[in-house]
Nanobody, 121 residues
Framework: QVQLVESGGGLVQPGGSLRLSCAASGTIFSINAMGWYRQAPGKERELVARIINGGSTNYADSVKGRFTISRDYASNTVFLQMNSLSPEDTATYYC???????????????WGEGTLVTVSS
């Protein structure tokens, strides 16, 4: 009933930039938060950035000053602008949305399928 469609991953050289997008659609009553996580090979999934209703954001220390998360409320889309990318940023990036499908449901986390970001020369 809820679909998350991610786009924007790919191969980029060190120092380059990419912009990820994730659009949520389907049965959505309200969205509490939208964010991005990433998982590198052999590592656990980690929070990259998150934005909650009202616009408050939080970032992993490793991306502060380089990544910017934003949200378009009209289209239920979250963006992650990634600048000054380094090989350490190579990972599969997953969109995460915490939302309610109806007024009477508890909020739940939904995940995208992931988009691969590779930073390499």
């Amino acid at each position: 009933q809820v679909q998350l469609v991610e786009s924007g991953g790919g191969l980029v050289q060190p120092g380059g930039s990419l912009r990820l997008s994730c659009a949520a659609s389907g049965t959505i009553f309200s969205i509490n938060a939208m964010g991005w996580y990433r998982q590198a090979p052999g590592k656990e999934r980690e929070l990259v950035a998150r934005i909650i209703n009202g616009g408050s954001t939080n970032y992993a220390d490793s991306v502060k000053g380089r990544f910017t998360i934003s949200r378009d409320y009209a289209s239920n889309t979250v963006f992650l602008q990634m600048n000054s990318l380094s090989p350490e940023d190579t990972a599969t990036y997953y969109c995460n949305v915490n939302l309610q499908t109806t007024r009477w449901q508890y909020s739940m986390d939904y995940w995208g399928e992931g988009t691969l970001v590779t930073v390499s020369s």
